[in-house]
């Protein structure tokens, strides 16, 4: 399985301001996922992430929310835009195994509060 | 009804006891089904995945599946402190170009001393 990390582990951030979370993998993989884990919810997948195209968004997710880059094939970035606090959540980089499998192996998350 | 139902617990036993976690689904389409744990400030991790019907043993884990009741279990033998954490099932649709995962809640699990 690659190895992931994730930059900030955690951060306190005011209302109104916008923080980006790096995801950086060790390999070069095809597959990248952004999740949101809120305190007693499901873990909810906000988009996928390939490189070289647009991110494909899902249902209560948009782009100008949580824009999202993947310039190259072991990095990509989340960020979450005009925060609330019901914007608090943790938030996870996910990848895919090897290609043709249904493997996925998630970072250590970003835990995020907004005040 | 939500698509993957899962008790949150939490589940307190005792050093050495058999755990039994569970989760029911209703989409018959689901067709893969993957056993995350989940350590405090940890992302998921990995524990077992299986796609077809019956049993998959390794180590002291083993995952089951029932496609004809939509229930999938993870029984944990001889359960040890260091197994406390979160369990979250997760499930996926068969086909390609099909990648969401769907989660439970997950089941906050405690094995005490």
């Known amino acids: 399985s690659a190895v992931i990390s994730q930059k900030p582990s955690r951060d306190i951030c005011q209302r109104g301001t916008s923080l980006t979370i790096q995801c950086q993998v060790d390999?070069?993989?095809?597959?990248m996922f952004w999740y949101r884990q809120q305190p007693g919810q499901s873990l909810t997948l906000i988009a996928t992430?390939?490189?070289?195209?647009?991110?494909?968004?899902e249902s209560g997710f948009v782009i100008d929310k949580f824009p999202i880059s993947r310039p190259n094939l072991t990095f990509s970035t989340l960020t979450v835009s005009n925060m609330s606090p019901e914007d608090s959540s943790i938030y996870l980089c996910?990848?895919?195994?090897?290609?043709?499998?249904?493997?996925?192996?998630f970072g250590p998350g970003t835990r995020l509060t907004v005040t | 009804q939500k698509e993957v139902e899962q008790d949150p617990g939490p589940l307190s036993v005792p050093e050495g006891a058999i755990v039994s976690l569970n989760c029911t689904y209703s989409?018959?389409?689901?067709?893969?089904f993957m056993w995350y744990r989940q350590y405090s400030r940890k992302g998921p991790e990995l524990l077992m995945y299986?796609?077809?019907?019956g049993n998959k043993e390794d180590g002291r884990f083993t995952a089951q599946v029932d496609k004809s009741s939509k229930y999938i279990s993870l029984f944990i033998r001889d359960s040890q402190p260091s197994d406390s954490a979160t369990y979250l099932c997760?499930?996926?649709?068969?086909?390609?170009?099909?990648?969401?995962?769907?989660f439970g809640k997950g089941t906050k699990l405690s094995v005490i001393p």
């Open positions: 989409n018959s389409a689901f067709q893969y």
């Open positions: 997760a499930m996926k649709y068969s086909g390609a170009g099909s990648y969401q995962l769907t």
């Open positions: 996910s990848v895919g195994g090897q290609i043709g499998s249904y493997e996925q192996y």
């Open positions: 390999s070069q993989v095809t597959m």
């Open positions: 299986t796609y077809s019907s």
């Open positions: 992430a390939n490189q070289g195209s647009e991110a494909t968004y």
